[in-house]
């Protein structure tokens, strides 16, 4: 959510290509404006791709709504930074986490962290329905149907296998978008069309993009219970689609790492991560992470 609004469309039906995150980096960080008349030139892309290009820089929390980018457009994308071509897996889930987190895209703020708290399947009827419900609960407004259906959509491509829609996918449809590798959505077709978004136990996501998600989380302080760390609002849990398992097995992770500042217990039942956080650097455990010499 943006402040007190839900936000829907801006994409202009463009899922976000593997290029145009740095592509609209190195434009605005040149001096570029979206409004420009040279926009399309410099970019080098068609008008109405610039304007999602501008959507998706926003959606995840690279610029504000005045164009200006954020520390974290820096840290990753300049020349200089930790992967400015996005080719670590680390990258893009943490960049999944910011688009849920951020809300400016507010779907996946409520699938991710509303819809998964109770389900982890839905059919796209389902889903408009709990979205239009929760848009007149949260501000007494109905959406457009179109609207809905072309943010479901972009919803479908931004993290399914292309392709796996329909029997004959369109040309946007087949071109890879950004989060598709990470493989959180699934589509079932035993009983209609449904897609999966299922608790897993994901080896593939790094203990370091879960400690990050856990430090900027601003509900948890410092002694988090477990099971906020799986299912509270931008946890790593419910962001990440992980098991139980595989969320402990990452805090076991974390705890090899940083012995004397993370430390998980048991008592009366209750499991929780203690964090000292003056011993906990994030730029020194991502320039770690990515080889970067500090």
């Known amino acids: 959510m943006l402040g007190d609004r839900l936000v829907f469309q801006g994409h202009n039906?463009?899922?976000?290509?593997?290029?145009?995150?740095?592509?609209g980096y190195d434009f605005v960080q040149a001096g570029g404006g979206f409004n420009d008349s040279d926009a399309v030139v410099r970019l080098g892309v068609g008008k109405n791709m610039v304007e999602a290009i501008r959507y998706w820089l926003r959606a995840f929390g690279l610029t504000d709504e005045n164009d200006t980018l954020q520390p974290i457009a820096h840290e990753l994308l300049a020349d200089d930074g930790l992967d400015p071509y996005l080719e670590d897996s680390a990258s893009l889930w943490y960049l999944h986490y910011c688009l849920v987190r951020t809300g400016r895209a507010s779907l996946y703020h409520l699938v991710f962290n509303e819809w998964r708290r109770e389900n982890f399947s839905f059919t796209r009827a389902q889903l408009a329905q709990f979205v239009s419900r929760r848009a007149v609960e949260h501000s007494g407004t109905t959406l457009n149907e179109n609207t809905l259906d072309a943010d479901l959509t972009m919803l479908v491509r931004s993290y399914a296998p292309p392709g796996r829609e329909q029997?004959?996918?369109d040309v946007e449809e087949e071109s890879t978008g950004l989060l598709q590798d990470l493989g959180l959505l699934t589509l079932n077709r035993t009983d209609g069309l449904r897609y999966q978004i299922e608790n897993l136990d994901r080896p593939e996501v790094p203990w370091q993009v879960v400690l990050r998600v856990v430090l900027e989380n601003p509900a948890f302080g410092d002694v988090i219970g477990f099971t906020d760390l799986a299912v509270a609002a931008d946890s790593p849990g419910l962001v990440f689609?992980?098991?139980?398992?595989?969320?402990f097995q990452k805090l076991e992770e974390i705890m090899q790492r940083f012995p004397a500042a993370v430390v998980y217990s048991t008592t009366a039942g209750n499991r929780v991560l203690t964090l000292k956080r003056d011993q906990l650097n994030v730029a020194a455990l991502w320039q770690e992470y990515y080889g970067v010499a500090a």
Do not use: D, G, I, M
């Open 241 to 247: 689609a992980l098991s139980e398992k595989s969320l």
């Open 167 to 169: 029997s004959r996918p």
């Open 13 to 23: 039906t463009f899922v976000c290509k593997n290029n145009w995150l740095k592509k």
